[in-house]
């Protein structure tokens, strides 16, 4: 409890919920959204595409600026872009001038997911290091938990009212500035020798199967979960969005338990036993949504889900960033961004193509089959324990 209370902790918890309110409080106005513009279930992907697509583009590069010039100058600016670029979508009525503002706001949140654990991995070392990653973790998952119930109670009023949250991230910069205690290394290299070392770190077998896992981790969460559940519940049970924020909750209030458990049971499983449990419990979760629309089938799923998801996260984060060297850890955990907003923003067009096929049950199916085979990779992982 004492390291969960750590000063320094406690502003990167609040980056941490900023980095995921983009996607989480937006999710259940999506059914309303979807109605007010008369798209399809497929064309409101589309809001998280935009969204995620500039962290692809722009996670790698701000992780680079970060290691050379300093995370603050990365990190201050692009909480000050994700406020307002997405505050401003609250007075936007065009769904093409939505997408924009929203790719915007998505270039200010394309380092806050990496610069938050890459701060971790630099204040914190050893057991200290998995047991602030799993508090981290599950600070992101109450994020996640609570941002659908307040996104939902906020749609009920009007969709637009779930773009007024952004807006906390301008706050949250002035703190960085003034309170963040933020040591800087030397930067002796040269930009080739570091670009050159930096590369070789992220060439490693045990890098590339983890970047592997958190693509597959991302495109379950950001395609089946995030952005077709809401659908599931909007047209099987006829829930509100209100009613949907408070299904999507369970699975992060989960999370958020499970993770913050990492650090004690570490102790008893190795990670890579933590990894496989994790991606089994996505399985069978997602297989359950597909087979049968029962309340309680559903509660379960959900439920089992979060496991799944306190279990994996923090573990991938972890093993990430004790592979890496000091001086090339923020570039290598951005590299681990660029390659979770792919999974994000892959996600909902290759459950959307499963959609289209299939209806909603393909995509469930679609993503217990990735579940599944995210078992391979894992299987060849070896990382003695940290």
Sequence with gaps: MKLFLNKNLRIIYAITLISVMGVASVTPAFPDIARHFNLSGKEIGLLIVFFTLPGVIFTPILGILADRYGRNKVLVPSLLLFGLAGFACVFLAGFEYLLILRFFQGVGAASLGSLNVTLIGYLFEGSRRAEAMGYNASVLSVATSA???????????????????????????????????????????????????????????????????????????????????????????????????????????????????????????????????????????????????????????????????????????????SITPFEYRAAFMSFNGMVLRTGQTIGPALMGIAFSLGGLRAVFYAGAFLAFMALIPISLIKIKQV
């Design 147 to 321: 941002y659908p119930f307040i996104g939902g109670l906020l749609a009920s009023i009007s969709w637009h009212y779930v773009f007024i949250l952004p807006a906390f991230a301008i706050p949250v910069a002035m703190i960085v500035i003034i309170y963040l205690n933020n040591p800087e290394h030397s930067k002796s290299q040269t930009l080739k020798d570091y670009l050159a070392n930096a590369l070789k770190s992220i060439k490693s077998l045990n890098a590339i199967i983890l970047f592997s896992v958190s693509l597959v981790t991302f495109i379950l969460l950001y395609g089946s979960y995030l952005t077709y559940l809401p659908f599931l519940l909007n047209k099987t049970y006829k829930f509100n969005s209100a009613h949907i924020g408070i299904v999507m909750s369970v699975m992060s209030f989960t999370t958020a338990i499970v993770s913050s458990r990492l650090g004690k049971l570490s102790t008893t499983l190795s990670y890579k036993q933590i990894m496989t449990l994790s991606f089994i419990f996505y399985g069978i979760a997602l297989l359950a949504l597909s087979l049968g629309y029962t309340l309680w089938l559903l509660i379960i799923s959900v439920i089992i889900y979060g496991v799944g998801q306190g279990l994996n996260l923090p573990t991938i984060q972890t093993l990430l960033s």
